[in-house]
């Protein structure tokens, strides 16, 4: 069956420049895949290949644009044009690398929310000692939750983690500071309550309270947390992973003698670094609309774009919106005490 | 001048097994410093040191035992008393490798919080990119927190790292999701707006708001965050460092040639273990009490005790506890509008 993703060629701190090169570089290793190149004419009609094809889009959304310009003054950007071909049913998933709150803004304004949820998140799946992915959500999309929202975050991860590998019943951890029930702030301890109850209830895979070593760890397949935990946690990561690796390249750059041993064990020192290359690891997924959304990280090269397309389209084929849908229907007695509040600033990268 | 400082030799994993080997180690490498030796008897008279001497405590609070027990019931343990020590003067400090929780609550009830101070916070220094160290805080003492927390925080946090660096006036970074003011939650949002005037009025250095990256980055001297927040950065970034580590040393040790690139690289990946050791950062300030304490994880080793005790050993003999009390009295106007509030859970290690 063939798969359709819409990508926004002009997003990103690159734009067609690198979306193009990803583009060719994923056509040719998804034979059944097709791809709508939304963006300036001009700029991607040198692309040619049979099972793409340019939907011109005349504005792009800068990477500093504010949400509202997004929203309201550029409406032909090439991110909305492609969030409205999923919307249109012309596309399964769109991808983009432009800043995360207009996507955010657009994606929800243009497709809604599915019933049952009240706020989109942003999923990631990070690397983990087990060799899997762990999924973490929500990454930034809301700075405050409600237990209500964390049990959503629960259900859309679910989905998601069983779209994307073959397990259907991926375990959920609750980012807490300690693994025992009672700890942690008010809002962590109803919410461990709601999820006890969506487990006895057979709605999702419950592990219990899980503290930040465990993510990396791999302890849950799912890890659940505000937006704002979610975000810090990543970019220190980011952070520590950044450092660690300028720390090793340092020593072993130091002098001749540590520079030959840097020789020797170049094959090695490429295999570690493919490991924790953070680009394989590209593309967060914007849960909870009624249209399937990637978002890849805007600096991203060549391969880390590809790789967020990949990402979309293993989501798009393994009908992760047919099983977010099924999941929340499913959950709805438990989603039922969920209350519309107000949108909350959504972050950019 | 002589600075004495109070060993809980029991606590921690390991008790004086561990304890008593980096006490002589201490002791061996600062010639004015003096140890109050603080456990059973029998398990610590076999220690001997013209500087060093016993003072008995019959009981130990277990790394489970719940705080009340800790308070109510053991009120002759090794822990009570080495933090007695401080509050009558026999000691400028005291160390334990005991529960947090525990020490955290006993160090409030015997020494109390310094006025200007609602609660004490956990700051910890991590390395950074720059060689230094980022003094973050809180870590887990505090679950919720107000704007006014967040500047007592950063008051504390200020000492601290005046007191352990020649830098009388260190850089202080709110931890966000992103670097415009705008961003965050409403009390990050109020809590930048205390800082900002606490900076214009002297009483701080205030950089502005930082992101998680920028802790490893070395951006501020001083990263103020709530202790939900900044426990689960700390325990993330356990979990990342040992699984970069893990995966280097299974590259390293995959085939016969990778293990011959191994041994040539030795000094090289001595070298970057060193600077990697989470062992020399041990240590943690529990800062806002009237009297110095200090944490070490509770299952460091020899080599990390030690470098609990020099934490403490510098803090005291750069009079922590003055500069405190002089921020504070500076701070006075704004802090000021402080609400003394029920204390809150802390967590255990």
Known sequence: MTTILAVDCMGGD???????????????????????LVGAPAALESFHHPRARVVPASEVVAMDDPVEVALRKKKDSSMRVAI???????????????????????????????????????AYGLPNAKGGATTVLDLGANVD??????????????ALASALTENDSPSVGLLNIGEEA??????????????????????????????????????????????FVGNVMLKTSEGLASMIGGFLKEEFTRNPLTKLAALVSLPVLHA????????????AALLGLRGLVFKSHGSADELAFEQALVRAYDAARHNLL????????????????????????????
Request: charge should be positive; charged fraction near 20%.
């Open 14 to 36: 690159h734009g067609p420049r690198v979306t193009l090169v990803a583009c060719r570089h994923f056509l040719d290793a998804h034979p059944e895949a097709q791809l709508l």
């Open 84 to 122: 409205q071909q999923v919307k249109e049913g012309q596309a399964q998933a769109a991808v983009s690398a432009g800043n995360t709150g207009a996507l955010m803004a657009l994606a929800r304004y243009v497709l809604k929310t599915v019933e049952g949820i009240d706020r989109p998140a942003i």
């Open 145 to 158: 939750c409600t237990e209500q929202h964390l049990l959503q975050f629960a259900v859309l991860g679910s």
């Open 182 to 227: 009672i700890k942690g702030s008010e809002v962590i301890k109803k919410a461990g309550e709601l999820l006890r109850a969506a487990g006895s209830a057979g709605d999702l895979n419950f592990y219990g309270n899980v503290e930040g070593n465990d993510i990396f760890k791999g302890t849950t397949d799912i890890v659940v947390c505000d937006g």
């Open 272 to 283: 570690f670094k493919k490991r924790v290359d953070h680009r394989r690891y590209n593309g």
């Open 322 to 349: 047919d099983r977010v849908q099924a999941r929340i229907a499913h959950a709805r007695p438990l989603l039922a005490g969920t209350t519309e509040v107000p949108p909350l600033p959504v972050t950019t990268d």
